[in-house]
Nanobody
Framework: QVSLVESGGGSVQAGGSLSLSCTAS????????MGWYRQARGKQRELVAT??????NYAESVKGRFTISRDSAKNIAILRMNSLKSEDAAVYYC???????????????WGQGTQVTVSS
């Protein structure tokens, strides 16, 4: 079992910045990828950014504005969000893809979500 604890959501004016942090903990797992997804009201959950083996992947809508980083030793993923727009407002969820040891089975884990509000 892997637990994810998120922090850093809140309210910001359009054009402002926020950082989200996600800390993963658990035993007998190797976390191979961490990422952030978001779900706006009335919409489906969508990928924002992921990072695995030092390689980052971003949704087109956030490229150039958001940066994801990961401290693999501490299993912490940070999403830095700059130039926030009203359409970035959503509940942001941390995701971790982990491989169980020693079975080598993959599992996906989710955080509880943190609200990001952007006012214009």
């Amino acid at each position: 079992q892997v637990s994810l604890v998120e922090s850093g959501g809140g309210s910001v004016q359009a054009g402002g910045s926020l950082s989200l942090s996600c800390t993963a903990s658990g035993s007998r797992f190797n976390i191979v990828e961490m990422g952030w997804y978001r779900q706006a009201r009335g919409k489906q959950r969508e990928l924002v950014a992921t990072v695995a083996s030092g390689n980052a992947n971003y949704a087109e809508s956030v490229k150039g504005r958001f940066t994801i980083s990961r401290d693999s030793a501490k299993n912490i993923a940070i999403l830095r969000m700059n130039s926030l727009k009203s359409e970035d407002a959503a509940v942001y969820y941390c995701n971790a893809r982990a491989v169980e040891l020693p079975t080598a089975r993959f599992y996906d884990y989710w955080g509880q979500g943190t609200q990001v509000t952007v006012s214009s």
